[in-house]
């Protein structure tokens, strides 16, 4: 049981993974940077008081969505054990089942980048362009 889970669920995330995903990040991403990033350098780039405070409430507000949405993918896989284990399997429940797993994957992947934007867009072009330094070590 605990192998066809498992095996299960390296199916779903592999159907998961969005059409750019490779063994490199997309080359977008480079305009981006991580909240850790940003804040294990706020030094460094002079990252304001405001700034910070904006930054913090923002990574709360998304964690605080996505962990419901990663509950509803958990509830999911549940769903989807339970069916393919069935004889004969449901197609059309499994395949719904599926599909509610990638829906809810893909609002996570849309909050984690609207965060991404709104970091970027939260900092001055001296401070990305220190990061973009500090980022690929030149």
Not at 3 to 29: G, K, T, Y
Not at 46 to 61: A, H, M, N, P, Y
Request: charged share 25%; proline share 4%.
């Amino acid at each position: 049981m605990k192998r066809s889970l498992a095996a299960l669920l390296a199916l779903v995330f592999a159907l998961a993974m969005p059409a750019f995903a490779e063994d490199e990040d997309p080359e977008f991403l480079k305009h981006f940077f991580a909240p850790e990033l940003v804040l294990k350098n706020a030094s460094a780039i002079q990252l304001s008081k405001e700034q910070r405070t904006t930054l913090v409430r923002d990574i709360g507000q998304v964690t605080g969505s996505t962990t419901e949405m990663q509950l509803t993918m958990l509830d999911g896989f549940g769903a989807i054990e339970e069916l393919s284990g069935a004889n004969p399997v449901n197609e059309a429940a499994l395949l719904d089942a599926i599909h509610e797993v990638l829906l809810a994957e893909m609002r996570v992947k849309e909050a984690h980048m609207g965060l991404l934007v709104r970091v970027r867009n939260l900092l001055t072009p001296d401070q990305r362009e220190k990061l973009r330094k500090i980022r690929d070590g030149a």
